[in-house]
């Protein structure tokens, strides 16, 4: 059964950048045909897609962040990573990562499969 | 940017209720919306997505459907482990996804 596992940092200092990264289990993240994603909630708060990545498509940012993130994929690991640059208190928040398909017909075309979500708090 | 409204913020009811949920979206996003349920200190579980369809392993009490701005999710017969937070996603017009604020349902 896939599994997505978050890991990173649980502490982060003001201006400085947050970096997250996903392990994806049992699925090649290069041959599949899959979306694979960054959504965050502050807490007591929503769900925000930040952004996410298709390992031929390319990448898809949310534009309210766009200039301060990058998402990318290691192939050898079987990973995905986010990085956010110059955080805030605004940023604290779980972060998740998720597949999710756009392929129409029969797929499950939405977010299917997510990690646990791990917590990153800004501050000094 | 897609704004998804959803209503009401709370939902109070008792077991065996039906639950009924909505989301209206700021334009068109013709079928292209998912409902997701969430727990306190657990990730979002896909329910349904095309506006009507169930994701695998979801209960047949839990049903979808709206096009275009309007959506529902009901859920029928409440059972205990169906107290948590909804949100609707729209997959029309990205980047972004967007989410709606949540409804909770709560015990009445």
């Known amino acids: 059964q896939l599994q997505l596992q978050e890991s990173g940092p649980g502490l982060v200092r003001p201006s400085e950048t947050l970096s997250l990264t996903c392990t994806v289990s049992?699925?090649?993240?290069?041959?599949?045909?899959?979306?694979w994603g960054w959504i965050r909630q502050p807490p007591g708060k929503g769900l925000e897609w930040i952004g996410s990545?298709?390992?031929?498509?390319?990448?898809y940012y949310n534009p309210s962040l766009q200039g301060r993130i990058t998402i990318s994929i290691d192939t050898s690991k079987n990973q995905f990573s986010l990085k956010l640059y110059s955080v805030t208190a605004a940023d604290t928040a779980v972060y998740y990562c998720?597949?999710?398909?756009?392929?129409?017909?029969?797929?499950?075309?939405?977010?299917?499969?997510w990690g646990q979500g791990t917590t990153v708090t800004v501050s000094s | 940017e897609t704004v998804l409204t959803q209503s009401p913020a709370t939902l109070s009811l008792s077991p065996g209720d039906r639950a009924t949920l909505s989301c209206r979206a700021s334009q068109s996003v013709d079928i292209y919306l998912a409902w997701y349920q969430q727990k306190p200190g657990q990730a979002p579980r896909l329910l349904i997505y095309d506006a009507s369809n169930r994701a695998t392993g979801i209960p047949a009490r839990f049903s979808g459907s709206g096009s275009g701005t309007d959506f529902t999710l009901t859920i029928n017969s409440l059972e205990p482990e169906d107290f948590a937070v909804y949100y609707c996603q729209q997959r029309k017009f990205w980047p972004p996804l967007t989410f709606g604020g949540g409804t909770k349902v709560e015990i009445k």
């Open positions: 990545i298709h390992y031929s498509r390319g990448t």
């Open positions: 998720a597949r999710h398909d756009d392929r129409g017909g029969n797929y499950q075309n939405a977010m299917d499969v």
């Open positions: 049992t699925a090649s993240i290069s041959s599949s045909p899959y979306l």
